[in-house]
């Protein structure tokens, strides 16, 4: 996989060619953004929530006092951490604001923590239309401060603490980095923003040639954010719209990925950048051949299994 940094960021960025064992498996498995119902489109995506898991050296559940009542979060604790006190990456799940649970996304959690040697945390935030924006983003900021404040308690380093997550969770991760930032907040070692919803993708070339048939379709976007967001909010906001933020200096060093069968790979590649002229510590992956999603798909593509190792490794260099 092509890796970057500030200096060095291409001007675009484009597809290669799709991974042959994710172009066989893709008409099997669920569709993101699909013209179903929300419930059916739930219960499509139950497959990718299916064991057996990799081995994990603990697992728990912690239930939390949240601002908008309990906020369950899974812990992940590495059968061989890489520190006394450990790193730690609180991810914030995939699927338009509107998908997603915690199984579903069980095998790359236990994937990264292990390869990682550090704690993951899963967020459990209540999901869209039942909830509306800024519901989630208040939950995830809930989490994000209570691990700073008990980190010793869970045995986790303060200092080497990441925010991450994919999609729709890579929108809400880079809000969270914004908005500790704009409000002086507890100091993020890393954000990991996996092909983030930096804006919303309906112009853009990859919103186009990615449109149907590549697990995230480009026109269920708009649905997905119909869901989150209120007639009173304004999509410009920057923590709707995380690229339209005036300033993006002062962030935390990045490990931004984007994919070349992707509709959000063009606004990931312009957050990227925006990252880069500003002078941050970035990392920026792109993974030509592959498509949005793909830490969820590695059963069925070993290069999917091969970039979220590699996505574990650059972790591990940050936190680990």
């Not at 002086?184 to 070339?205: C, Q, Y």
């Not at 976007?221 to 993006?248: C, F, W």
């Not at 962030?251 to 990925?257: A, E, H, M």
């Not at 830490?295 to 490794?313: I, K, V």
Request: glycine share 10%.
């Amino acid at each position: 996989m092509p890796v970057y940094n500030r200096t060095n960021i291409p001007g675009s960025v484009d597809r290669g060619t799709l991974d042959p064992e994710l172009k066989a498996w893709l008409p099997k498995g669920p569709t993101l953004g699909a013209d179903v119902t929300i419930a059916q489109g739930r219960r499509d995506h139950k497959v990718l929530g299916e064991g057996p898991w990799p081995e994990i050296g603990a697992i728990e559940t912690l239930v939390l006092p949240g601002p908008h009542g309990s906020l369950a979060v899974r812990k992940h604790t590495p059968t061989n951490p890489t520190s006394v006190l450990s790193g730690a990456l609180v991810y914030i799940h995939g699927g338009g604001f509107t998908y997603g649970t915690l199984d579903e996304f069980e095998v790359p959690m236990r994937l990264i923590a292990e390869r990682a040697g550090i704690i993951t945390y899963s967020i459990e935030y209540q999901l869209a239309p039942e909830a509306k924006f800024p519901v989630q983003i208040d939950e995830i900021e809930y989490f994000v401060r209570w691990l700073f404040d008990n980190a010793s308690a869970e045995g986790v380093d303060a200092n080497k603490i990441a925010v991450g997550g994919d999609s729709a969770g890579g929108n809400m991760t880079c809000v969270i980095a914004l908005k500790l930032r704009d409000e002086n907040g507890p100091r993020l070692a890393l954000h990991v923003p996996l092909f983030p919803e930096a804006a919303f993708p309906g112009d853009t070339l990859s919103g186009s040639e990615n449109r149907t048939g590549l697990y995230l379709e480009t026109n269920g976007i708009y649905e997905m954010v119909r869901n989150y967001l209120k007639n009173s909010d304004d999509g410009r906001h920057p923590y709707i719209t995380p690229l339209n933020a005036q300033s993006h200096t002062n962030l935390p060093p990045t490990i931004l990925v984007t994919n070349g069968f992707d509709p959000l790979r063009d606004v990931g590649h312009a957050y990227a950048q925006k990252l880069a002229v500003a002078g941050n510590d970035l990392t920026y992956v792109h993974n030509p051949d592959l498509t949005h999603g793909f830490p969820q798909f590695t059963r069925f593509s070993a290069a999917c299994h091969q970039a979220t190792m590699e996505l574990a490794d650059l972790i591990k260099a940050h936190i680990g």
